[in-house]
């Protein structure tokens, strides 16, 4: 049972190019989250989805970030307009409800986005 | 914005050594996990506490889950080279059968040399 994939795992982008990184869950996890971890930082949730729906986005900033999560496909994370700011290493987890441990969170190995 | 303080934030010990990484928070979590993150890695899932005062073993480790669900700590006996990384604790606020995002901890770094 393969596990979360990400990819790329390197991706480097000039400022004001987009960004866009994908998310393949588990095999029979429909719960996608993004979050965040700057350098030298702990992780940050940015948004939680579940498959055609995005279910709590109070991580995401108000501009340039949008994810979605589609019937089919990887769940996209994208950012438009990149700034040095930007510049993180971006996870992806996946859960799958079953009974009380419905939030045990596997997590994928990232995408460090650098912006130049 | 609920917060996970985790303490020491930096820990260097000696081979054999045993130590304890506590996570404390003002919040009540409906569960709490830990993880070891190594450099350029995903954080990797050691386990999940869900009943206040549950204790879980995993070979020599430890972890304890506080009986008001709001603290918990990782107790590594006889610490390793290998055990070297980031240790993350996380709570989940949600409802039981819900999934729900996690508060992440702010980290401890454990360094074990020989």
């Known amino acids: 049972n393969a596990g979360v994939m990400q990819n790329p795992r390197h991706l480097v982008r000039r400022r004001g190019q987009e960004a866009r990184l994908r998310c393949s869950p588990m095999k029979g996890h429909s719960h996608v989250y993004w979050y965040r971890q700057l350098p030298e930082e702990g992780l940050k949730f940015m948004v939680y989805?579940?498959?055609?729906?995005?279910?709590?986005e109070s991580g995401m900033p108000k501009e340039r970030f949008s994810a979605e999560f589609p019937k089919e496909g990887p769940s996209i994370l994208r950012i438009q307009q990149v700034v040095r700011g930007d510049s993180a290493a971006y996870f992806c987890?996946?859960?799958?409800?079953?009974?009380?441990?419905?939030?045990?969170?596997?997590f994928g190995q990232g995408t460090r986005l650098t912006v130049v | 914005t609920q917060l996970l303080e985790q303490s020491p934030q930096f820990l260097s010990i000696q081979e054999g050594e045993n130590l304890t990484v506590y996570c404390n928070s003002s919040s009540v979590f409906s569960s709490l996990q830990w993880y070891r993150q190594e450099p350029g890695e995903g954080p990797v899932l050691l386990v999940t506490?869900?009943?206040?005062?549950e204790v879980k073993k995993l070979k020599r480790l430890t972890f304890q889950f506080g009986d008001a669900r709001k603290d918990s700590s990782l107790h590594i006996t006889a610490a390793q080279p290998g055990d070297t990384g980031l240790y993350l604790c996380?709570?989940?606020?949600?409802?039981?059968?819900?999934?729900?995002?996690?508060?992440f901890g702010t980290g401890t770094r454990l360094q074990v040399t020989l």
């Open positions: 996380a709570g989940a606020l949600g409802l039981a059968g819900t999934a729900s995002k996690l508060t």
């Open positions: 989805l579940q498959k055609e729906n995005i279910i709590d």
């Open positions: 506490v869900v009943t206040g005062g």
């Open positions: 987890a996946s859960s799958l409800i079953r009974g009380v441990l419905n939030t045990e969170a596997f």
